[in-house]
T-cell receptor, first 115, second 113 residues
Framework: DTAVSQTPKYLVTQMGNDKSIKCEQN?????MYWYKQDSKKFLKIMFS???????INETVPNRFSPKSPDKAHLNLHINSLELGDSAVYFC??????????????FGPGTRLTVL | LAKTTQPISMDSYEGQEVNITCSHN???????ITWYQQFPSQGPRFIIQ???TKVTNEVASLFIPADRKSSTLSLPRVSLSDTAVYYC??????????????FGIGTKLQVIP
């Protein structure tokens, strides 16, 4: 069973379109994250949700809107896609936002290409 | 947030021990040191975590000196399958009670036959 899953794995779209990436974790974790890994492989946190509540928002354009319908899901919706949004997006989860020893479990990533 | 510095890349022959050192001069008292491994086209995977001295698990060892301003990930007898990017992270609870860690660019380890 996949612990953290993301769909789709690949996403190719035109500039200006709106797209969503879905993430689900079956680990029973309370906290979920979205990361962006650009072409230089720099992995940057974008958002974090704890029990459906936004707790980290890292200066991300408001074209990016995370949505957490329940604590097992954290979806990422992107409006008006730009060329610079091309990257690999990783979803992750951890047990508890307050426990700094918690391991983050990552999904397989979604490679977004904006043409 | 404590900034980390690690070599961009390293090469090693199969069967050798590999040591990757990470500098984190402004590590805070509550910060833990965590290492992740990322294979191409996959998400990062937890390897090991420590606070001070030495930690060992079935995959690696982590050495942390008394001043905690650096740490060394040690991979015993590497194989080709250990070729990956290794990230050193320093983080802990902050105001608001949430964990926030930052991934740097990592160290790309290439294991050579």
């Amino acid at each position: 069973d996949t612990a953290v899953s993301q769909t789709p794995k690949y996403l190719v779209t035109q500039m200006g379109n709106d797209k969503s990436i879905k993430c689900e974790q079956n680990l029973g974790h309370d906290t979920m994250y979205w990361y962006k890994q650009d072409s230089k492989k720099f992995l940057k946190i974008m958002f974090s949700y704890n029990n459906k509540e936004l707790i980290i928002n890292e200066t991300v354009p408001n074209r990016f809107s995370p949505k957490s319908p329940d604590k097992a899901h954290l979806n990422l919706h992107i409006n008006s896609l730009e060329l610079g949004d091309s990257a690999v997006y990783f979803c992750a989860s951890s047990q508890d936002k307050n426990r700094h020893t918690d391991t983050q479990y990552f999904g397989p990533g979604t490679r977004l290409t904006v043409l | 947030l404590a900034k980390t510095t690690q070599p961009i890349s390293m090469d090693s022959y199969e069967g050798q021990e590999v040591n990757i050192t990470c500098s984190h001069n402004n590590i805070a008292t509550n910060d833990y040191i965590t290492w992740y491994q990322q294979f191409p086209s996959q998400g990062p995977r937890f390897i090991i975590q420590g606070y001070k001295t030495k930690v060992t698990n079935e995959v690696a060892s982590l050495f942390i000196p008394a001043d905690r301003k650096s740490s060394t990930l040690s991979l015993p007898r590497v194989s080709l399958s250990d070729t990956a990017v290794y990230y050193c992270l320093v983080g802990g609870p902050y105001s608001g009670g949430y964990q926030k860690v930052t991934f740097g660019i990592g160290t790309k380890l290439q294991v050579i036959p």
